[in-house]
């Protein structure tokens, strides 16, 4: 196997590291989202204040993911012309 290769290999195991924390990120909103609905039924304000707090977090970690996302994106067409030049 080329560097290249070895690199781009490298690129692809990073690009799924990330999806799969995009995918637990989302899970977790998905979840925070529930204990919101939860304490709204329940009439619990300050769950209500601490879920919300803890499910902007979750949207700034997601929004942070989607930028690594794009940037393994970039890196990856990088490495691509990188090869041509042997490895």
């Known amino acids: ?7 781009q ?11 799969q924390a995009l995918a637990a990120a989302n899970a ?3 979840k925070a989202e529930q204990a919101i609905a ?3 039924a ?10 919300t707090a803890l499910k902007n977090a979750i949207n700034e970690l997601i929004a942070s993911l989607n930028g690594s996302r794009e940037k393994v994106i ?3 067409a ?8 042997g490895g």
Do not use: H, N, W, Y
């Open 1 to 7: 196997m080329s560097t290249t290769q070895e690199i």
């Open 74 to 76: 970039q890196v990856a």
């Open 9 to 19: 290999q490298a690129l692809q195991q990073t690009g799924a590291g990330v999806s």
């Open 42 to 51: 329940l009439g619990g304000r300050d769950v209500i204040a601490e879920f």
């Open 28 to 30: 977790a909103k998905a």
């Open 38 to 40: 939860q304490s709204v």
């Open 78 to 85: 990088r490495a691509r012309p990188a090869g041509g030049g």
